[in-house]
């Protein structure tokens, strides 16, 4: 890593994966979030064929993001004492368990003997549990990554990390539709499984992070105050991470695509899961496109149209009945929403002490995670008080006027470069 040269590094495409060790941060993270959105493109198809209830499929991102949000600042004060490292093998390992006891739910024997309803309750009860665990690990894959790589690499590293994030997803979500239907719930759940252990095999290879902050060195809740001032302070990034909180609350049509596959669009489990991958898709796009060519100028406000238009395709989406207009939608809201994930992540990593990233990036993922399963959650509010596609419309109009508010009551998020 000393050997690089800096200046080099500062244009070289490729300079974090020369790392060794980010090689096997990537790699890990990769294989585990495919198998988690395996596991999030299953369980939504799952819910919805044992109960056809729209509902059903939000009370999924509730269940999820109830544990998350409450354990979050708890998750970042623990994670700034503690060797980085173990908390996320420990974390990913416990991930592994659920994806476990999925895989025993699913069986033959279960599904033949118990209700449906009670099913649903089950897988309910199991993703609760990801919830607590996902309030350590999801911090601290973001956390580590300052202790891998020099600061004058961040961006670049910040954009690879996405990019892993968004390649993961993108595979995760469309073979998920695909194996659902080639090979069935209960075998796609045991594919699951072993992705998540290859995951593991991976984080297995980094080196131990010990903590910056000693226990004890603050009381609890001190620290986690810290945490949040620092957040509320710093205004381009309270600024990032309330324009993402509110579009993706209310833009989450995602929630909603097993109901337009199989009752809309009717393209069946195949359909789903390239509905699902669209917008990943069209992440990764952006992504690869900002490792060559990074944004240089004018972020905020670029950030501000990417989001904008996010919202134009979520309502586009909504009022197709062409399963390619449908699909193009969800892609290019990837592309947008791809320049507003590496936008806000820059700024974090840029603008974070390396003494209180845990925190920071448990905060973060209170506004960022928290908004998806939330989200997810009004959709499923929503189609059930006003149908599924006046619900979908209603979520991209708010998303612009979301757009529309910030522009004017932020100006220094709009104005922000970096």
Known sequence: MNNINADSQKHDPFAAVRINEFRHLVFGRFLFIMGLRMMGTLVGWWIYELTNAPFAIGIIGLSEVIPAFLLALYAGHIIDISEKRKVLLTGASLYLVCAGLLFFLSSKTISSSLPN?????????????????????????????????????????TTWNQGSWLSASVIGHAVGGILIAAIGIHSTLLVINFLVIGGLFFMYQLKPKPPLNEPGEKKTWESVKEGLRFVINAKEILGALLLDLFAVFFGGAVAMIPVYAKDILKVGAEGFGWLNAASDIGSI?????????PLRKKQGKKLMFAVAGFGICIITFALSKSFWISFAALLISGLVDGISVVVRGTILQLNTPNNMRGRVMSVNSMFINSSNELGQFESGVAAKLMGVIPSVVFGGSMTLLVVIATWFKAPKLKNMEY
């Open 285 to 293: 796009i952006i992504i690869i496109t900002l490792t060559f060519y």
């Open 117 to 157: 309803h009670y099913i649903a309750l089950f897988i309910y009860i199991i993703i609760f549990f990801t919830g607590v665990f996902r309030a350590f690990t999801g911090p601290t894959f973001h956390s580590i990554i300052a202790s891998i790589v020099p600061r004058n690499i961040l961006q670049n590293a």
